[in-house]
């Protein structure tokens, strides 16, 4: 079993660079359990479906910042520390949730819920 680490995580909107702090990836594979009428009253299988991807960010408040709310097409790339190891980018992000939390002698955060289309390893 290998342990990957990895060195940054960026998110790409329109063409500028956003630090990121977290990231839960969520990758859900759309399959689903189907129930049938029979006498062990047991599934018989399931099927198919569409895969999805759900994105959890935090990232620190920062001025300029672009109205998170409405962002769509954006990228998540998470970037190795190895230099051999490839990169995983999720494209066609778009925004579902925004929060913020701030903290007594902390800096204020934000946190990020987005969906994406896919995911590539380059």
Known sequence: MTIEYTGAIVLSVDGKDYDVESVDVTRK???KL???MNRTGKSKGFAKGV???????????????PDWATIENAKVTLEP???GDK?????GCFTI????????D???K???????????EE
């Open 29 to 31: 594979t759309g399959r």
């Open 34 to 36: 189907v129930k049938t």
């Open 51 to 65: 895969a999805e991807f759900d994105l959890k960010m935090t990232m620190p408040v920062t001025p300029g910042d």
């Open 81 to 83: 520390l190895n230099t």
């Open 87 to 91: 990169r995983v980018s999720y494209t």
């Open 97 to 104: 949730d925004v929060g913020e939390k701030y903290q007594v």
């Open 106 to 108: 902390g800096e204020a």
């Open 110 to 120: 934000r946190d990020i819920t987005m969906g994406a289309l896919d995911r590539k």
